[in-house]
């Protein structure tokens, strides 16, 4: 069962609802230097495996940039 | 170095700094670049933004590849946040992307002129500091408004000495200097420094600090402008403590008027 989300403003389909950790993987983005809001809602670190992305959700994964 | 000048440190939300520069990350060719200037410079501290990876191309080179934060303070800053919300969900995320309360706030009026809008700035500033930030706030430069920033809690105030990315110099000096007479906590120009002689002119007006990032990203060498920036501070900074000699309306020879021959 396919699912829709949209992830950084774009629209994307992931085979099933999975966790935030196996999204990440699934999108070949390293945890460790980004940050994850669902719903509006920051997603804490230690969720990212407890955390289940579903159809629907509103995914922004961010990191630093340079910036002044 | 006298006593004075060897013990003097920049103090923000409690930690020491002894470099009085803080340099923005933005606008440079390359992050090896940024990464070399900011070894010139000096600076303990570096302004960064928080944006979207990129889906597409998620291996394109990161920031903290060439920058550590274990090596210098990140400081996230809410650049191209227009209210007060915008900015809140951007530092709470950059919180945790980071895991560090310092930030920079900045929230901004218009897309032409980047002036903050205070209004604004002030219920972004309330609700940051409830949620146990500590907040380094871009603003105006109203004596007023600055005064304000720092009754509600605001850890370093920073107004703007010309707009964003113009380079034109500290436009008002009175106003700068009267909200350094005024604060108890550390005041920075933010924005608006185009050379060393204008980081200079901001620290002995008794500026805590600068920051700076287009002055040194769009100089034809950065690395040397970051250097340049570094001597201008701490020399700004050494003339202020030192205190100027008064302005006189004649001359005053230098060399003895007795025993000439």
Partial sequence: MTISI????????????MSVAELLVAFKLEAKKIAVERNLEIVPRSAYDTVTVEDGDRLEVVRFVGGG | ??????????????????????????????????????????AEIITVALRRVNLLDPDQPMLVDYIDPKDVTFLPNTAGCFTGED?????????????????????????????????E?????????????????????????????EEIGCCAIMPLGAPIGSG?????????????????????????????????????????GVITNTAIAEAKDPVLMASAMKHAVIAGREAYLAGRMARKMYADPSSPLGGLI
């Fill in chain 2, 121 to 149: 700035t002030f219920r972004a500033a309330e609700m940051l500091i409830g949620d146990g930030f500590d907040v380094m706030v871009y603003c105006n430069d109203d004596p007023i408004a600055a005064k304000t920033l």
């Fill in chain 2, 1 to 42: 170095m006298t006593t004075a000048a060897a013990h003097d440190l920049l103090i923000i939300a409690g930690k020491e700094y002894s470099s009085r520069l803080i340099i923005g990350t933005g606008k440079y060719e390359t992050y090896e670049q940024n990464a070399e200037a900011l070894k010139a410079s000096g």
């Fill in chain 2, 168 to 208: 034109l110099g500290i436009q008002n000096p009175v106003n700068i200097r009267i909200i350094i007479e005024n604060a108890n906590v550390p005041v920075l120009v933010d924005a608006g420094v185009g050379t060393a002689s204008e980081a200079a002119e901001a620290m002995e007006l008794g500026c805590d």
């Fill in chain 2, 87 to 119: 900015a809140v969900r951007t530092l709470r995320l950059a919180r945790e992307a980071g895991g560090w309360n310092l930030v920079k706030l900045e929230v901004l009026g218009d897309k032409t002129t980047l002036y903050p809008n205070m209004p």
């Fill in chain 1, 6 to 17: 949209t992830l950084n403003g774009e629209d994307r389909s992931i085979p099933r609802p």
